[in-house]
């Protein structure tokens, strides 16, 4: 994208800042051209998913940063270096939780929950799967202010 920028007479950074703009986007056009073909079910299908997730997240990692360089045009080590990588030991913490340890825990935890709570009423969800969707949103807001501090909430949301 730069060399392009460069041939239209802007500068490399204007370049640079354009190419960084259009590279959020696989998550969309995977998810539409996956659907169309009625291969999102498949296992490729869920891996080229997973895949442009963490490119867009890793994308927002890129904004960050150039957002911090067009800002101050100085080079600072917590915008550019730490927070990153912190972000990016988040995310793969995240993932080795949501792959490995939730499934498992939240399993159990739910049946145990159902076990004690009165069953639903016809046509009604159940208190599990209301205290289901609490704990999901609580989590996803745990890890958007996480992020946050690291430099973008989007990132929590992603995870």
Do not use: N
């Amino acid at each position: 994208m730069a060399i392009v920028t460069l041939g239209f007479g802007y500068s490399t950074m204007e370049g640079v800042a354009a190419g960084v703009a259009m590279a959020p986007t696989s998550v969309g056009i995977a998810l539409k051209l996956l659907m169309e073909a009625r291969q999102l079910d498949q296992d490729f299908g869920q891996t080229i998913i997973a895949a442009a997730f963490l490119d867009d997240i890793l994308s927002l990692i890129l904004f960050l940063m150039l957002f911090s360089l067009g800002t101050t045009g100085e080079f600072d080590v917590m915008t550019l270096v730490v927070k990153p990588t912190l972000a990016i030991m988040f995310l793969c913490f995240g993932a080795y939780l949501g792959a490995k340890v939730f499934p498992h825990r939240m399993d159990q935890f739910l049946h145990w929950l159902d076990d004690r709570l009165k069953p639903p009423r016809e046509g009604e969800f159940s208190q599990t799967q209301e205290c289901h969707l609490g704990l999901m949103v609580a989590l996803l807001l745990l890890y958007a202010v996480i992020t946050w501090w690291l430099g973008s909430h989007l990132w929590g949301c992603f995870v």
